[in-house]
């Protein structure tokens, strides 16, 4: 398990991080819904972190508002700018000069917003899940989307029924298993409170970070499942477009989260390997057609 350490953002707020392995670098954007300790215990997350830490050292942290971060947000606290403002305090703290930056999900903008400020820490900037243009600014289905789960986190996050929040795991992790769900769904309810998960989804929908990355510069890979339910194949093919020279991998898969025992997940990892030049990596990176199949 990861040591805790902690540091305080721009605005005074205390965030919470880990540092976990050893070797070159990897500090993780925060996405939607963590726990530093919580996530060692998860059958959801724990592979991730022990094959990210394999060769490296791996830093990663409770975003705002979440996790063992402070929860006691003000209400104009989640924004881009202060999200990766909470990164720089991070970096910061832990004290690494030069870093492979990995920005899941959610985490991709913020991983793009920090690597266009930072071009010269940056090494490599790896990306799997991610988005450009949040769901409010997409088309009306996935605008009206957006709002039908805001409410649902409203009324249904801190129940002790979990049907709400079953919602929310089906959609990140449709192959799970019981015993994952369940974890999933305990997660939620660990991570952070309904207003302010009501209001991280809000402000996330309406990032868009399409004319930034265009401004990306250093070397970039892009990861996406062909049939991810939370951020459609289309907008990981869109991200990967706007980005100069980015390596797009197209990944067999419907999870928002991939699982250990799916055939995604080695592919996943032997592409960074390749991306990252660790010594296990057996062939070079091809690039890839960038249309949809």
């Known amino acids: 398990m990861a040591r805790v350490s902690f540091c305080t953002a721009a605005d005074g707020l205390g965030l919470a991080y880990g540092v976990h392995g050893n070797g070159p670098p990897i500090v993780k954007a925060a996405n939607w819904m963590t726990h530093l300790e919580h996530d060692w215990q998860s059958p959801v997350w724990r592979h991730w972190l022990e ?3 394999q060769n490296h050292a791996l830093i990663r942290y409770d975003e705002r508002g ?3 971060s ?3 947000v003000d209400e104009d606290a989640f924004t881009l700018e202060r999200w990766v403002s909470d990164l720089e305090s991070v ?4 004290a690494v000069d030069r870093f492979a930056l990995l920005g899941i ?3 991709a903008a913020v991983a793009i917003a920090y690597a266009v400020r930072h071009p010269t820490r940056v090494t490599h900037l790896l990306l799997y899940g991610g988005y450009a243009r949040g769901r409010a600014r997409r088309d009306d289905v996935q605008r009206e989307e957006s709002e039908v789960l805001v409410a649902a986190i409203r009324v249904g996050w801190g129940r002790a029924n ?3 929040r079953r919602l929310f795991t089906t959609l990140y992790l449709p192959g799970a298993t019981p015993e994952q769900m369940a974890w999933y769904d305990e997660l939620q309810c660990l991570s952070t409170s309904p207003e302010t998960a009501a209001r991280i989804w809000q402000a996330r929908a309406v990032l868009d970070v399409t004319t930034l990355a265009a401004r990306v510069s250093v070397p970039t890979i892009v990861l996406h499942a062909r049939d991810d339910a939370v951020v459609p194949f289309v907008e990981g093919r869109l991200l990967a477009t706007r980005i100069p020279h980015a390596w797009f991998v197209p990944l067999e898969g419907r999870n928002h989260i991939l699982l250990a025992d799916e055939p995604a997940w080695p592919a996943l990892r032997a592409e960074l390997d390749r991306f990252l030049g660790s010594p296990r ?3 070079p990176i091809p690039e ?5 199949r």
């Not at 970096?91 to 832990?94: F, G």
């Not at 890839?288 to 949809?292: F, K, M, N």
């Open 70 to 72: 402070d929860r006691d």
């Open 91 to 94: 970096v910061d703290a832990a």
């Open 288 to 292: 890839w057609d960038l249309s949809v």
């Open 105 to 107: 999900s959610q985490g």
């Open 51 to 53: 094959a990210l830490s």
């Open 66 to 68: 979440c996790g063992l």
């Open 162 to 164: 979990a049907a709400f």
């Open 281 to 283: 990596a057996s062939a």
